[in-house]
């Protein structure tokens, strides 16, 4: 009796040791998961975003400046689709920024979300010698320097009247022009591109209804009015 005894504590023992070890394994694990999916801005290798990247950056690699994580985002934008003004766009939220790797100073690609009411002017071109352009239903105006995109997103329970009068707004900023005088229609249309799928990632944080950017980005530029 006193030997099964023995046996049974050792195999109690070890039995609770391998489920400490399984329980500490999936914390680590979860953890380090949880690190790589709690911002929106990692960029995978030969991704289409990681391809744009190199190409407007002129960098064969960058790194990433993150400025707020999903849930701040969320937040943010959230918070902000509540208290709309109906005569101005919100401020904006900033979510990333890229820079060319060991390179000092202003030069980046630099993305922020927002609301802008439907009517407001806020919505209408305005951007110094800015082109329009359409990409899959999304519309907005892109130069040299700023991209605007501006995306139907529909939200779900208290903020589905509210998101009915908006667009939900991104501006990305390519600094990295700064000086060039070579960006022409082609570079611009892929400075949209990347505005498309990096808005993608805020449209699937938010859960927009009608999910807008499914498709892959097809710039189509517009005729000056």
């Not at 049974?8 to 329980?23: E, Q």
């Not at 689709?81 to 401020?91: G, V, W």
């Not at 609301?115 to 130069?143: H, I, M, Q």
Request: a neutral charge.
């Amino acid at each position: 009796m006193r030997t099964c005894a023995r046996n049974v504590l050792k195999a109690s023992v070890r039995s609770a040791t391998a489920v400490l070890s399984v329980v500490l394994l999936a914390s680590c694990t979860s953890g380090g998961s949880e690190a790589k999916i709690e911002h929106l801005c990692t960029v995978t290798p030969a991704s289409e975003e990681d391809v744009l990247l190199r190409g407007i950056l002129r960098a064969d690699g960058f790194t990433t400046d993150i400025n707020n994580r999903t849930s701040r985002v969320v937040e943010g934008l959230e918070r902000d689709l509540r208290k709309i003004d109906p005569a101005k766009q919100t401020l904006s939220t900033s979510m990333c920024a890229y820079q060319p790797t060991a390179q000092e100073g202003s030069e980046r690609a630099r993305f922020e979300f927002g609301w802008v009411p439907r009517t407001s002017k806020d919505a209408e071109p305005s951007l110094s010698d800015g082109g329009r352009f359409e990409v899959n239903g999304a519309f907005g105006e892109s130069n040299s320097f700023l991209t605007k995109l501006l995306v139907r997103c529909d939200m779900p329970g208290d903020l589905a009247e509210p998101s009915e009068s908006a667009w939900l707004y991104a501006k990305a900023s390519y600094t990295v022009n700064t000086g060039r005088t070579d960006i022409d229609q082609a570079a611009k249309d892929r400075q949209t591109a990347l505005a498309y799928l990096m808005t993608r990632r805020v449209t699937d944080a938010l859960g927009c209804e009608n999910k807008p950017l499914e498709k892959p980005p097809v710039v189509k530029p517009l005729p000056t009015p």
